[in-house]
């Protein structure tokens, strides 16, 4: 038998382990208390002759892997930008998986195409972006960025008598790429992937939390006449900052170019009455990328691509061939906007978020983690030494300990808490570099992660600082 009740008892247990799982992890926060290494060494052996039950090997992996899980699902995980893969979109992408849907078309899977595209029309509406925008699922901001600019190439290549899917770049008019100073790396690898080179960029200027100065702009768009991509940003990394949409788009737009956002997390500001204010213009943009696994909570992966330029979007992604027929015209075409032919129907999952939270309950969360965001960052600020280099706007911000020393023993003590932060195993939060200098990043980005979290991780905080201290 391809497979027994050993498999299905194995599915059974993946549900129960699951939940325990996340019970815990809820409950009491722990670390990885085995690496990669131990975690390998484990897994490694030559590769098993035979196979094993559906049911054994769930155990297996579950004994395994679980000492090695970060707590990133956990109240106060504060690394990278991470969401919660809330427990409604993990049940809904437990039944795609289950369901084996491949989302390439709409006759391979009737029930992925559909509530796929019930659940892109309900992100622009939730999000307040144009109706006649397209948007492609994909894996993540990465590659949705790289979507967007591939439309952004396309058009602007276009519009001067160029067909670069049919004819490529060899010989083509030249186009440019503006970007600001502190644009997130993953838009880089998306101007490689299409041959426009992350090094053949020119840097717009931005102000000392990352916003790009339209000043700036404006004057490399007037130093020269080929048409240009601009790249700015809703969510800056380490700052949470977003660009003057409202200045910067009309600029673009003047100069006959195309303006391309990465608001992986940033873009759901949009969301919430409070905060959309800081997004103000950018419904100008032409193209955009987010993420539904960051404030959306979706397990991963999942992020949208949205294009105001449906044509441009779908010549730079649509593909075809005789076996991949398409009898429904009328309805949108889920592959016509991404560049993966077979692809997990993500559309489930995105659709239980929404579903679960609803429109009050998005803008509420959004509302709920900016407001953990600056409650961090006061109890933070006030304790002696240490230095809160950016008051959140949104939901990231950056510190230093050390503050009243050099710059080089401010690095030093920040390592050290950050180490000893992570240690102690209350919260985790990483490092980045600013400006030069190195600082403890913190983001809010779960549904989990409450003022009662953040007043346990100002106290922890709080001793990690003061146990460097004796040591220093
Ligand atoms: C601003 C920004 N852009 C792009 C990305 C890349 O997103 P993903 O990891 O989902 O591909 C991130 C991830 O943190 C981000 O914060």
Redesign the pocket.
Known sequence: MYSDEQDFAGMELAARLSAEYRREVANAPSYPTAGYGEIHARFDGPVPEEGTDGLTLIEELDRGARDGLRPIVGPRFYG???GHSHLAGVAADWLTSAWGQNCAGIPMTPSGAAVEAVAVRWLLELLDLPAESSVGLV???????FVGLAAARGELLRRQGWNVEDDGLYGAPPLRVLIGAD?????FSGLRYLGLGEKRVTTIATDDMGRMLPASLEKAMAADSAPAIVIG?????NTGVSDPFAVIAPIVHAAGGWLHV?????LWARASAKHRHLLDGIEQADSM?T?G??WLQTPY?C?FTIVRHEQAHRRAMDMTASYLTRDNEQYRHPGAYVPELSRRSRGFAAWAMMRRLGRAGIARMVDEDVRVAQHLAQGIAAIPGVEVVNQPELNQFMVRFGAGTTPEEGDRLTQLTVDQIQRDAVAYMGTALWRGRLVMRVSVCSIATTTEHADITIAAVRAAWKAVQALA
């Open positions: 990278w930008v991470n894996s993540g901001a990465t590659i949705a960025n644009a997130h790396n993953t838009v940003q809703a969510g800056q990394i990465d608001g992986a997390f940033g990328a993420d696994h960051k992966d992020g």
